[in-house]
Antibody, heavy 120, light 108 residues
Framework: QVQLVESGGGLVKPGGSLRLSCAAS????????MTWIRQAPGKGLEWISY????????YYADSVKGRFTVSMDSAKTSLHLQMNSLTVDDTAVYFC?????????????WGHGTLVTVSS | DIQMTQSPSSLSASVGDRVTITCRAS??????LNWYQQKPGKAPKLLIY???SLQSGVPSRFSGSGSGTDFTLTISGLQAEDFATYYC??????????FGPGTKVEVK
């Protein structure tokens, strides 16, 4: 069964760090691309990072550039998002999402999401 | 960056109604336009990709059309399970992958 399962969310103080993980089952990242998308409480969807299936190409939204780092393991079944210098504006549900080249780069598989709360 | 807008931001409808949601891109995106459905507390679900292609398993009452800058999502015969928020998203110029602000379909 193709699925993504996120972990690592929680409560962190402003200025703190958190590392999110995403475990994939039923596929490997090799011929896909992976993204992190977040949703602040009551708000819309915001794409924040991209990593190619090879792991060599990475992009970030301006809102997280320089603070967040995306990576994947060598088996290409686990994705990570290292989040540093967190602010209250980073409070959101974070989704690990698969991008499918064969579907015009649409996001076809979504994890259930993990909540990150930044508060003092 | 390409900006996406949607209209209306919300609408009220009844079961059986035909519902149309519009999405506009700030510049041409060919047919690289995708639609997602999100229910409260759940992850979004891909409905339509490439402006008009129905994702596997999605009911045929959902359809998409458009190209260039103007797109529509139509639900022909709204069902109870269709009350949700719908987002468009462009995959033409990536990154960034930009989403529209969403359209909430509520019960009349």
């Amino acid at each position: 069964q193709v699925q993504l399962v996120e972990s690592g969310g929680g409560l962190v103080k402003p200025g703190g760090s958190l590392r999110l993980s995403c475990a994939a089952s039923g596929f490997t990242f090799s011929d896909k691309f992976m993204t992190w998308i977040r949703q602040a409480p009551g708000k819309g969807l915001e794409w924040i990072s991209y990593i190619s299936g090879s792991g060599t190409t990475k992009y970030y939204a301006d809102s997280v550039k320089g603070r967040f780092t995306v990576s994947m393991d060598s088996a290409k079944t686990s994705l990570h998002l290292q989040m540093n210098s967190l602010t209250v504006d980073d409070t959101a549900v974070y989704f690990c999402v698969r991008g499918e080249r064969g579907l015009d780069d649409a996001f076809d598989i979504w994890g259930h999401g993990t909540l990150v709360t930044v508060s003092s | 960056d390409i900006q996406m807008t949607q209209s209306p931001s919300s609408l009220s409808a009844s079961v059986g109604d035909r519902v149309t949601i519009t999405c506009r891109a700030s510049q041409t995106i060919s047919t690289y336009l995708n639609w997602y459905q999100q229910k409260p507390g759940k992850a979004p679900k891909l409905l339509i990709y490439g402006a008009s292609s129905l994702q596997s398993g999605v009911p045929s009452r959902f359809s998409g059309s458009g190209s260039g800058t103007d797109f529509t999502l139509t639900i022909s015969g709204l069902q109870a399970e269709d009350f949700a928020t719908y987002y468009c998203q462009q995959s033409y110029s990536n990154p960034p992958f930009t989403f529209g602000p969403g359209t909430k379909v509520e019960v009349k």
